[in-house]
């Protein structure tokens, strides 16, 4: 069984890896073979799901698995899978994807190898630095390849976290073991998955009973066991991250250096088990020769780090300031004079697509094909990590071929194919992939446009990868000298197409490559004033996100209000992009609209892009305003009752919601997307049901409750009437449901979705009037409860808290339909483009900095300028802050 166990026992209940024997003998590779390689999955479940989907090799047998896929991964006769390293970390699939290719291997050893990455070798670290001694917290170990450490006591107090070893596996994990921001709580969501609830004690177990040798499922151990440094099969060399002059023919801890690739190899995999041993045989601290504290393994661990220096294969960026570059002449050689004509690893991503450079005096193929970056902005729902989005690809190795296709973020598909043993071997376009341009791009792949043939070429620079569709007869034009030998790659001037020489662009931020150094450093430390020269930057905006709440509506009817209308509407007439965004659940987009309209003086109509969708919808016949606020509110305004509505209409199983609100506009967006059969505490017209405002009696509880006893999501929206008797309601529909569900042994009852509109504790409903009986307290802000408060009076109860699924800003729900696509149901907003004017930094500008947009903070709502020089948390920081947008003047204005 590939289940999980939760403890660990005083020795290994299952047989290990080493109990198969020499379980990565290579066999003898000929042309019926088939190989497939993928990598750096890095806890990503769904992309190993989809890469066996499109394998030729790979497939489920036997009934579905559930949780663990859709059968038992198998391999058919002939193939040949390698797996190129970094199995974990970036998502909730950190044990299934281990678990599953572990079995794998043990089931067909000569069919199945893995490659161990950076990754995979650091979760050696936990056992030791996690052991529950005082040292361990009193004074942590720091790596000593990480150039500016972030002590463990300054992440406590910044993090405002006791000192434990739940909040020291954060440090870890946040700080110096090369995650992301969020790992520990994507570890903590797939042992939920897998086991129902899961704690932060469940968290750290497993971590270290995963490597533990004592552990009764030592299953990060095992994969470990498994792995292999450097593979040679026929004649292709399998590392993680690349090789150079300095790694090439190396073995740590060997004065010779190998000149023979094969006999490298085979030293480099002995190395690695002898450290991989010793590490089983003393995984705790002792001390070292030098006196200093070390462990074992300790030499395996470094080398998967920058602390290796360039001496090794795992961590090393085969780029050149995020550029691929040819592997040197000295390297060229070694692989040469050993027959090897491609080298493939993972680890540094390069866009959506493996990047292919070829050695025009050797004909080496050398590809790099981690995609784990290919889209930053890709779907959060499912995996908050996600920065692949759909792009997906497999590398094929079948006699001299080398396939490489897939599937790009934007649909298209794309591939090629390489002759690997016989230089310039292809056919065009394919001839053109793996050269490099006069601006020094590389050509990348192949993909096909309205039935014409081009090819991706893309340039990187620093962290920025620009991607290019073009033709191939530019490409063939702007071939470096070098790379136009041995093809047709002649173009006659009288054949080009005007057309054929339009550019089109697709630039993305790589910034999530592989770096143990602290990603805060990375953003901007502190917020500025808008001042004249700041306006500068503010106006080069194409798109402004306003929050409704705190911008504009504690001003109706102000001369201030009446200043802020009015600073809008000009940036509207100047072509500007305005869009309002609100966590009000108690209003629908029309509703929403309509009042900033007309009880704001938004002037809407007159943005061109309203211009256009009325244009084209042919609104001229439009009879009232209202027809036309239903034609353009898809292009302006997002309420959380709306990304509720569009929740639940991808959930797909929510039908029979109790809904919790005030006003109609929830229950309307619900409609709108086909959920009409919801059981709400307010009628049709908005007004609250009688017997919600009755005392929280059993009686009344339970005859509430008999009008619909088969709800299937609790729904909590603002609402400003909320009862005890509402909340009641909520409880006991969830706690009925999980008391079936263990009763009965899983077969009915279960957890109910709860959905909040928002997370918000509280928002100003306006200010106090000048005729207040006490003058201190005249034009005062009034607070008012927020919906988030609402929902933990319902999650928090006495002996259980539940998480709701939060659809306001800033959470990600809000952000998906933000960036969605327009004929898909979202705003299309691009971000990089955009700026936030909000004035709740824990919503408002943690939503800006969650998506990459600049923010302007106003101090007009629930914010003081006391709470913003007070914050330490860099998502929440603004990048400029104001007193009122009525002060505000964009130069374009």
Not at 505 to 534: C, N, V
Request: charged residues 25%.
């Amino acid at each position: 069984s590939v289940e999980p166990l939760r403890g660990t026992g005083s020795s290994p209940s299952r047989p290990s890896v080493r109990d198969y024997g020499d379980i990565n003998k290579v066999p003898t590779i000929t042309d019926d073979n088939v190989i497939e390689f993928f990598t750096d999955v890095e806890g990503n479940w769904e992309y190993l799901i989809n890469f066996v989907s499109r394998s030729k090799i790979l497939h489920w047998t036997g009934d579905p698995r559930g949780v663990w896929g859709p059968g038992e991964l198998a391999i058919y006769p002939k193939g040949i899978l390698v797996f190129g390293g970094d199995a974990p970390d970036k998502g909730p699939g950190d044990i299934r994807i281990i678990k599953v290719l572990t079995r794998l291997k043990v089931q067909h050893p000569s069919q199945v190898f893995l490659i161990l990455g950076n990754r995979d070798l650091m979760k050696m670290r936990f056992l030791a630095e996690l052991a529950d001694v005082p040292e361990n917290l009193d004074d942590p170990w720091l790596p000593t390849w990480e150039k500016q450490p972030r002590p463990l006591s300054d992440y406590l107090v910044k993090e405002k976290l006791q000192k434990n070893r739940v909040s020291k596996l954060r440090w870890m994990l946040d700080c110096n073991t090369g995650c992301q921001d969020g790992t520990f709580d994507t570890r903590k969501d797939e042992l939920a998955h897998l086991y129902g609830t899961a704690t932060d004690e469940d968290v750290l177990f497993s971590y270290t009973d995963s490597v533990d040798p004592k552990s009764a499922d030592p299953w990060m151990l095992e994969y470990l066991r498994a792995g292999l440094v450097a593979l040679v099969l026929g004649d292709v060399l399998f590392v993680h991250g690349g090789l150079q002059d300095e790694s090439a023919g190396h073995v740590p801890g060997s004065s010779s250096t190998f000149t023979n690739v094969q006999a490298w190899a085979d030293a480099l995999n002995a190395w690695k088990e002898k450290e991989l041993r010793d590490f089983e045989e003393s995984p705790g601290w002792r001390s070292g020769a030098d006196g200093k504290k070390t462990r074992g393994g300790a030499g395996l661990i470094e080398y998967g780090t920058p602390g290796a220096g360039a001496r090794t294969v795992i961590y090393y960026n085969p780029f050149d300031n995020g550029n691929p570059v040819k592997r040197s002449v000295k390297v060229r050689e070694f692989l040469n004079s050993s027959g090897i004509k491609c080298l493939i690893s993972g680890h540094q991503p390069h866009g959506q697509t493996p990047t292919v450079v070829r050695h025009m005096d050797t004909g080496l193929l050398v590809i790099t094909a981690d995609t784990s970056r290919s889209d930053a902005k890709g779907s959060k729902v499912f995996n908050p990590l996600n920065n692949r989005g759909l792009a997906i690809s497999v590398v094929r190795f079948q006699g001299d071929l080398v396939l490489i296709e897939g599937t790009t973020n934007e649909g298209s598909k794309h591939g090629c194919k390489l002759n690997r043993r016989r230089m310039n071997g292809e056919e065009m376009p394919d001839a053109l992939v793996g050269r490099q341009l006069l601006n020094n791009a590389w050509v990348k792949t192949v993909v096909e446009e309205n039935g014409e043939k081009k090819v991706i070429v893309a340039l990187g620079v620093g962290w920025t990868v620009t991607v290019e569709v073009m033709s191939i007869q530019r490409a063939c034009m702007n071939l470096k000298d070098e790379y136009r030998q041995g093809g047709n790659f002649h173009v006659d001037m009288h054949d080009i197409d005007p057309r054929q020489l339009r550019r089109s662009f697709r630039t993305f931020d790589d910034s999530g490559y592989e770096a143990l150094a602290d990603s805060s450093s990375l953003r901007h430390a502190g917020y500025k004033q808008l001042d004249q020269e700041a306006v500068k930057v503010f106006d080069t905006a194409s798109t402004y996100v306003f929050s409704f709440n705190g911008v504009l509506m504690p001003f109706r009817d102000t001369e201030q209000g009446q200043q802020i209308a009015h600073n809008v509407n000009r940036m509207i007439r100047h072509d500007k992009r305005v869009v309002f965004i609100t966590n009000d659940s108690t209003m629908s987009r029309k509703t929403f609209l309509c009042k900033l309209i007309d009880d704001f003086g938004i002037h809407i109509f007159q943005s061109e892009l309203s211009k256009r969708s009325l244009e084209s919808a042919g609104a001229s016949s439009c009879r009232s305003t209202s027809e036309k606020v239903d034609i353009i509110k898809r292009l302006c305004v997002i309420t959380s009752a709306y990304t509720c509505a569009w929740y639940c209409k991808q959930h797909g199983k929510i039908k029979r919601p109790f809904v919790i609100t005030h006003g109609t506009g929830l229950l309307e967006e619900l409609a709108n997307v086909g959920i009409t059969d919801y059981f709400a505490n307010i009628d049709e017209k908005g007004n609250p049901k009688r017997e919600f405002s009755k005392p929280a009696q059993a009686d009344t509880i339970e005859g509430i409750m008999k009008q619909a006893p088969n709800v299937d999501a609790i729904i909590i929206g603002w609402d400003h009437c909320l009862s005890a008797t509402t909340v009641a309601v909520a409880e006991n529909f969830i706690r009925w449901n999980e008391e079936l569900f263990v009763e009965t042994g899983g077969k009915a009852g279960g957890k109910l979705p709860i959905i909040t509109c928002s997370s918000d504790l509280g928002g100003i409903a306006g200010r106090t009037t000048a005729d207040f009986p006490v003058p201190s307290f005249q034009n005062r802000k009034v607070r008012t409860v927020g919906n988030g408060t609402m929902a933990n009076a319902i999650c928090h109860r006495q002996d259980m808290v539940s998480t709701p699924i939060d659809v306001g800003k800033p959470a990600q729900m809000f952000q998906e339909v933000l960036c969605l696509r327009q004929e898909d149901g979202g705003l299309g907003i691009d971000f990089p483009s955009s700026i936030m004017v909000g004035d709740n930094l824990e919503t408002d500008v943690k939503l800006a900095n969650d998506c990459g947009m600049k923010s302007l903070l106003v101090l007009s709502g629930v914010t003081s300028r006391e709470m913003v020089d007070r914050e330490v948390r860099t998502d929440c920081m603004p990048t400029w802050v104001v007193d009122n947008f009525a002060n505000v003047c964009p130069s374009s204005s």
